[in-house]
């Protein structure tokens, strides 16, 4: 009950395609869902996050898309970039700390 | 800011070797995790710091593993014996929780190998 299920395990895009990764959870009592990006050699960082409240957040070309009812969420990358190539992680949480990571999903993007 | 700093970056050592990594996280951040991230696993936490007292500690594999964060500026994870399967990456992250997003803020990890 505590997986975070993210798929595809990896994912090759042509640049200005759309870029999709999914992820799913079981326990209900999750209240944060953020995604992580992470380059090769470097820490996870913060893409961006969405809470339970809102079906869909917007930040630049990414978007999260979110499914209370389906317990599933996923990162919509529009126009996608070489710079974009990268190991994507989606998570969630209750409270803030005790993170629940998917097992990633390495994105390549070709020019 | 610097952000998150580990050392070391690399290291490889043998098994029996004691290896001990180390943290600096950013300043005025009052929360301080240790994770491992393996191919196997993924991103798994192992311990949690709150105001310099280990928190959450049940990630920690075994008793081999050990944490300390003598002040708000440093933690160190310990690891005596080292073992081949403790092969890894090991990332400090630090946040403040009074911030709504929970944002982790991690560093670029130290890549341990034991031979």
């Known amino acids: 009950q505590q997986q975070v299920k993210q798929s595809p395990q990896s994912l090759i895009v042509q640049k200005g395609g759309i870029s999709i990764i999914n992820c799913a959870y079981e326990n209900t009592a999750f209240d944060y869902f953020p995604w992580y990006q992470q380059f090769p050699g470097k820490g996870p960082a913060l893409l961006i996050a969405?809470?339970?409240?809102?079906s869909e957040k917007k930040e630049g070309r990414f978007t999260i898309s979110f499914n209370k009812s389906a317990k599933q969420f996923s990162l919509h990358i529009m126009d996608s970039q070489p710079g974009d190539s990268a190991t994507y992680f989606c998570?969630?949480?209750?409270?803030?700390?005790?993170?629940?990571f998917g097992t990633g999903t390495r994105l390549k993007v070709l020019a | 800011d610097a952000g998150v700093i580990q050392s070391p970056r690399h290291e490889v050592t043998e098994m029996g070797q004691e290896v001990t990594l180390r943290c600096k996280p950013i300043?005025?951040?009052?929360?301080l995790f240790w994770y491992r991230q393996t191919m196997m696993r993924g991103l798994e936490l192992l311990i949690y710091f709150n105001n310099n007292v280990p928190i959450d500690d049940s990630g920690m594999p075994e008793d081999r593993f050990s944490a300390k964060m003598p002040n708000a500026s440093f933690s160190t994870l310990k690891i005596q014996p080292s073992e081949p399967r403790d092969s890894a990456v090991y990332f400090c992250a630090s946040s403040f929780p009074g911030v709504r997003t929970g944002e982790l803020f991690f560093g670029e990890g130290s890549r341990l190998t034991v031979l």
């Open positions: 998570a969630a949480s209750k409270g803030t700390y005790k993170y629940i």
């Open positions: 969405i809470r339970p409240d809102v």
């Open positions: 300043s005025g951040h009052n929360s």
